[in-house]
T-cell receptor, first 112, second 114 residues
Framework: AQSVTQPDIHITVSEGASLELRCNYSYGATPYLFWYVQSPGQGLQLLLK??????LVQGIKGFEAEFKRSQSSFNLRKPSVHWSDAAEYFCAVLYNNNDMRFGAGTRLTVKP | NAGVTQTPKFRILKIGQSMTLQCAQD?????MYWYRQDPGMGLKLIYY???????DKGEVPNGYNVSRSTTEDFPLRLELAAPSQTSVYFCASSSRGGLNTEAFFGQGTRLTVV
């Protein structure tokens, strides 16, 4: 079955530390992959997306993600986390032009 | 620079009541979507529209109806509210090509059915 899994429900990191959020997907064809961020009380905002080509993609706010076909993963990374990065992060896979499936989300807490 | 506007932001309904969640976008986007977000479940697609007069079901359409009479507006109708419809509802829109371009989300409507 087609699915998106974010194994970590909640992650806490110290400000300035590095961050990696995990995402695994199940999809038969070459996936279109996305990371969205949701700040409290807000809608979702696109961080980055992967369609093809270079497997390391850069996004906004200093985030990057790496597509690994062999591991069916699309993990999100940031070298140094800022307090303003505290939010919920969603990985998503586009199954057709109008059907995007989201993971359950990972809530990020940033310690001072 | 409004983007996608949803009203109301919060609502409490009694079982069996009906209501319409409003969604409007001012970006002249053809594609519009309704999602619901349940705790620990991510977002699930309810309905979508690829243009005025055209709508289609998503993953979880039961209990909902939509219409798209204009490019700007995409209201979501709950006819007989049930506790299972307690959720946060998000409207989104995108330009050409659907969701493989960037989707813009509204701030959400938190609905509680009691």
């Amino acid at each position: 079955a087609q699915s998106v899994t974010q194994p970590d429900i909640h992650i806490t990191v110290s400000e300035g530390a590095s961050l990696e959020l995990r995402c695994n997907y199940s999809y038969g064809a070459t996936p279109y992959l996305f990371w969205y961020v949701q700040s409290p009380g807000q809608g979702l905002q696109l961080l980055l997306k992967y369609f093809s080509g270079d497997t390391l993609v850069q996004g906004i706010k200093g985030f990057e993600a790496e597509f690994k076909r062999s591991q069916s993963s699309f993990n999100l990374r940031k070298p140094s986390v800022h307090w303003s990065d505290a939010a919920e992060y969603f990985c998503a896979v586009l199954y057709n032009n109008n059907d995007m499936r989201f993971g359950a989300g990972t809530r990020l807490t940033v310690k001072p | 620079n409004a983007g996608v506007t949803q009203t109301p932001k919060f609502r409490i309904l009694k079982i069996g009541q009906s209501m319409t969640l409003q969604c409007a976008q001012d970006m002249n986007h053809n594609y519009m979507y309704w999602y619901r977000q349940d705790p620990g479940m991510g977002l699930k697609l309810i309905y979508y529209s690829v243009g005025a007069g055209i709508t289609d079901k998503g993953e979880v359409p039961n209990g909902y109806n939509v219409s798209r009479s204009t490019t700007e507006d995409f209201p979501l109708r709950l006819e007989l509210a049930a506790p299972s419809q307690t959720s946060v509802y998000f409207c989104a829109s995108s330009s050409r090509g659907g969701l493989n371009t960037e989707a813009f989300f509204g701030q959400g409507t938190r609905l509680t059915v009691v």
